[in-house]
């Protein structure tokens, strides 16, 4: 297993349980830290509150997108 650090293009998102997205980036590197970088629901900068929320991870590879959830418990 080569891990994030070898895919190139991947992309995440994350949303929260209304489906508003509130994480977006591209060239993720697997150092997301639960920050906010939309402005829809809160601040951009601002950490996530507690609760479940939704991903999506593009490989960028052709492959399947992968989707899951994850909490988060600041």
């Known amino acids: ?3 994030l650090g ?3 293009k991947r992309q995440l998102q ?3 349980r ?3 997205m509130v994480y977006e980036t591209k060239g993720y590197d697997n150092t997301w830290e639960g920050i906010s970088t939309r402005s829809m629901t ?3 900068g ?3 509150p507690i609760g479940t929320y939704y991903y999506s991870l593009d490989l960028g590879n052709g492959s399947e997108l992968i989707i899951g959830w994850l909490y988060i418990n600041n």
């Open 6 to 8: 070898y895919v190139y």
């Open 1 to 3: 297993s080569r891990g």
């Open 46 to 48: 601002d950490k996530l």
């Open 18 to 20: 209304w489906g508003v």
């Open 14 to 16: 994350v949303f929260n």
């Open 42 to 44: 809160l601040s951009r």
